[in-house]
């Protein structure tokens, strides 16, 4: 099996932009797409825009809101689930979901209610707060019985899910995988960013010589991989950790050298083979230096670029997941995503090709990028088949 295939069959989507595929289309390839338009408050009374699910979630009661937007997000694919199963069984269909948060947010309430009163709130489980929850209620609420697990490498978590997926694949302990990010909004991890000056007062500005940090999101896309044929392919995937720093990219990109390089390799291409490149472009000066000049020196000027966040916000460890479903909605539509900004070009970056509202292309390989605290890097090579 190691020279097989790796289909995509179905996949869903939800964050700031819309609650399902289709929406989520139309937001991103609208004359304006709209930008994050949501706040919320720090614990030092400061608000910061932040990109909320543009729609409620409130199933199944009584679950995290990580594990709500998972189901939300496994409700589109049932049928493609359902089919996996009758033809593979279920006990080969195997669960990998990458994460930042699960449900660290509840936790995080449930505390407050103990310190308050003495006794954890009725209901509450520590399980719930545990990164390897959402994957158990993944494969739970699929009704699938193979291998399940998560994992949470900070940003990079959900392309490094899609990867790990791939490789069970590859490795013929399973015929289809779900997998993909979730990460929902929650207290811990905006005062924790807030604290690194991170945190942007106004909607991010990627690539700017404006730009001044980023803002936070929370979204979800979820994946059907498979051996079976189906309308995308996962050809390439690479890693690496460059132990550079705790929270800065080394300047040089070097980690996120050998990730590109590795996917590209993988999938037999060349640098020059890429129709469009999903920049991780959190508008923080440092990322997007590292990250413009990896991308000259790799693509050239040419190859166009966008970086989504200040549509969707960083949604941290579904970022990469997140990216990889707006790659395929922009395959699907033969259109550019757009990169959102002011337009003022930082002249200390080189000048790489940003995408502008609007724009179609024939599109059948992209590359998608993400980096994480730790030097942690991911990219995947996604292809139409």
């Known amino acids: 099996m190691s020279g097989a295939d790796i289909f995509i069959a179905d996949y869903s989507v939800a964050c700031a932009l819309g609650m399902e595929r289709a929406a989520v289309a139309g937001a991103l390839f609208a004359a304006a797409p709209p930008r994050i338009r949501d706040s919320a408050e720090l614990s030092d009374g400061r608000l910061v825009p932040v990109g909320r699910l543009a729609g409620a979630?409130?199933?199944?009661?009584?679950?995290?809101?990580?594990?709500?937007?998972?189901?939300h997000c496994l409700a589109p694919l049932a049928g493609a689930i359902d089919a996996a199963r009758a033809k593979f069984c279920a006990e080969r269909i195997g669960v990998v979901i990458g994460t930042s948060t699960s449900g660290i947010g509840e936790g995080g309430e449930a505390l407050r209610v103990r310190l308050a009163n003495g006794a954890w709130p009725d209901g509450y489980a520590l399980r719930a707060q545990q990164l390897g929850d959402s994957a158990r209620f993944t494969a739970e609420r699929a009704g699938v019985a193979g291998p399940y697990f998560s994992v949470s490498t900070a940003c990079t978590s959900g392309a490094r899910a899609i990867a790990?997926?791939?490789?069970l694949i590859r490795a013929g302990l399973c015929d289809a995988v779900i997998c993909g990010g979730a990460d929902t909004l929650c207290d811990l991890t905006l005062n924790g960013f807030a604290a690194l000056d991170s945190l942007s007062s106004t909607p991010c500005n990627p690539m700017s010589v404006n730009r001044n940090?980023?803002?936070l999101g929370e979204g979800a896309a979820l994946f059907l991989l498979t051996r079976a044929p189906g309308p995308f392919r996962v050809t390439g995937w690479g890693g690496s950790a460059d132990g550079h720093h705790m929270s800065a990219p080394d300047p040089e990109g070097k980690g996120a050298a050998v990730a590109m390089a590795g996917a590209l390799a993988m999938a037999g291409l060349d640098a020059s083979a890429i129709d469009f490149n999903h920049l991780h472009g959190t508008a923080t000066p440092l990322?997007?230096?590292?990250?413009?000049g990896v991308v000259a020196a790799m693509f050239g000027l040419d190859t166009p670029c966008a970086s989504t966040k200040p549509l969707t916000g960083h949604t941290l460890g579904a970022a990469g997941a997140v990216q990889a479903a707006l790659c395929l909605l922009a395959m699907e539509r033969g259109a550019l995503p757009p990169h959102v900004w002011?337009?003022?070009?930082?002249?200390?970056?080189?000048?790489?090709r940003l995408a502008s509202s609007g724009e179609t292309a024939r599109l059948s390989r992209v590359l998608s990028a993400s980096y994480a605290f730790g030097g942690n890097n991911a990219t995947l090579v996604l292809e139409a088949a």
């Open 213 to 215: 940090g980023l803002n």
């Open 342 to 352: 002011d337009g003022a070009r930082d002249p200390e970056l080189p000048a790489i």
């Open 164 to 167: 790990s997926a791939a490789r």
């Open 57 to 71: 979630l409130t199933a199944p009661p009584g679950e995290t809101r990580t594990n709500q937007l998972l189901a």
């Open 287 to 292: 990322n997007d230096r590292m990250e413009a």
